[in-house]
């Protein structure tokens, strides 16, 4: 493979991704501190809100430490270069979140919605674009649908007036094949000013591979998150995906050391438990569900006393989507139903 | 006077299934069925059962208001339309039925508040929305044992049974089923979550309802009641299920349903446009009784 002399705009998401394996927990401190570095890192841009997004603090999702407003007012006025995005899914926040994110200071806004539900961001996506921000489209478990179906929906928000649209591995599921045939399709059918995107998930330890993939078949920007912080095993790890740029000659403006540091000295410490690829976020990976379930189904395993890989598979088999953490205490309470009319026998 | 008159406006899903629903009724009686486009599937079925159509929207129904006694109309077009339906019929003595997401009118859930609306003289009466319909019994069940600090309420429903009209105006969803949620469930704070699933075969509607109670709960009234709930919506949503719950967690009570329609017009799997029209029909019915016992004359503007 060869990038050399390929440009591509990084974008960290420890704080927004990271927010999963944190349970919304980050301190303002925390925030304000890892922004900080990112920025003497060179970072170009960071998300910050709740880790489902604007509006995303609730009994469903997990309350958040702070509000979202909070957060984005104590983070930007401290970065000197980096910009700050934030995430919206349409049926969790609304315009009035966008313009809340706006006034803050927010200069880019990512609406995210399931790969084949492209059409509930219209008023989002406009809304983004007639106040000037820097407007992306966010397609989610992009492992669900083929590429052509992918490129109609990416189409869909392209018209809507998406600056650039994203193939998103919520599930961390793709392998490097399945990333170049998807954003191939988007790179080849899109208008060419309208910048492809790339969002992994490590669960299957594919997010170096995939992210590589991606550059090579006309992705601009990637998504990775210093130390891996991120939903199930995490989300690419930045510092590394640094590294392999360097080694490749591509051209991203982040300095390795630096970021090492932010990964090492800064985030490695805000963790819970070690984000890594354990047999539960492995089963994400595998059986291809949402990364934000891990912990949930942790909890529920806990509290229902059913393997929480037992409960994830049951999730991939009824073909939940993003944001229907509702499902998985639904779901232990039926296996848990299951098993006792089993055992009843 | 057996039955009370009624103009149905939206041709669409929506109007047509609510058309099946209404010809049933023992107390309201559908004659006109108001479109824009005269090669809908809807208004040839009107035709088929003997109703009255026009394609002219509701300019085309205004000259007969009289003459048919259209005593109530319910409406089933888009948010945008609404305000101008109801300027045009509302003054002629109509009484509206609004299932869209408008909310011009006082919300109405009908197990939890239609006793309220009666004697109010209110001339338009918002169904709030179909996650709305689903889940505010729910809360309005666990806030009749306790007060309620917080409810929250997640409506996950199959693609294939969202319109391009929510689809267009996503948000107003979310605002007017957490305002509803908050008012007429009774709680000092709402909030509504949509996920759409595209899986085929399509998924049954789903709707968890998450109470935060102000102090501990107590768990065997709440259990009853919102069995005692259910049954209620049973009576005009047979498939309306309580699939898990109520679980307690802390203050936390969460609730697990499931919506089954009656698969009139509509797929079985979309029991959010069920319980939308059904809820509507039993709205309806409440007006129709108080017409009919000459407890509601609404008097057009004027005379």
Redesign the interface.
Known sequence: MDLRGRNVLLHDMSLRDGMHAKQHQISIEEMVAVSQALDAAGMPLIEVTHGDGLGGA???YGFSRHSDEDYLRAVIPGLKNSRVSALLL???G???HLKMALDCGVSTIRVAT?C??A??A???IEMGRKLGMDTVGFLMMAHMVDPDTLLTQARLMESYGSHCVYCTDSAGYMLPNDVTARISALREGLNPDTEIGFHGHHNLAMGIANSLAAIEAGAYRVDASAAGLGAGAGNTPMEIFVAVLDRMGVEHGVDLYRIMDVAEDLVVPLMDMPVRVDRDSLMLGYAGVYSSFLLFAQRASQKYGIPSRDILVELGR???????E??I??VA??LRKLRESESSL | MDRINIAIIGSGNIGTDLLIKALRSKTIRPVWMVGIDPDSDGLRRARELGIKTTHEGVDGLLPFIEDDGIKIAFDATSAKVHPENAKKLEPRGVLMVDLTPAAIGKYCVPPVNLQEHVGTKSRNVNLVSCGGQATIPIVGAVRRVQPLE?A?I?A?VA?RSIG?GT?????E???TTASGVAEIGGAKEG?A???????EPP?MM?D?I?C?TETEPDQDAIRASVEEMVKEVQAYVPGYKL???P?FDGR?V?V?MEVEGLGDYLPTYAGNLDIMTAAAVRTGEMFAQEMMKGNLHLEPVGS
């Open positions: 609730s009994v469903n349409p049926g969790i609304t315009i009035d399931h084949t539900e059409d509930i219209r008023q989002h009824r073909k939940t989507v993003g944001g229907q509702d499902m205490e639904d309470l039926d | 917080y929250e997640v996950t693609s391009p689809r267009n105006n996503i948000d969803f979310t605002r909030k979550i949509i996920v759409i699933n595209p899986a998924i789903r968890t998450h935060l699939k898990n719950g679980v936390r969460s697990f």
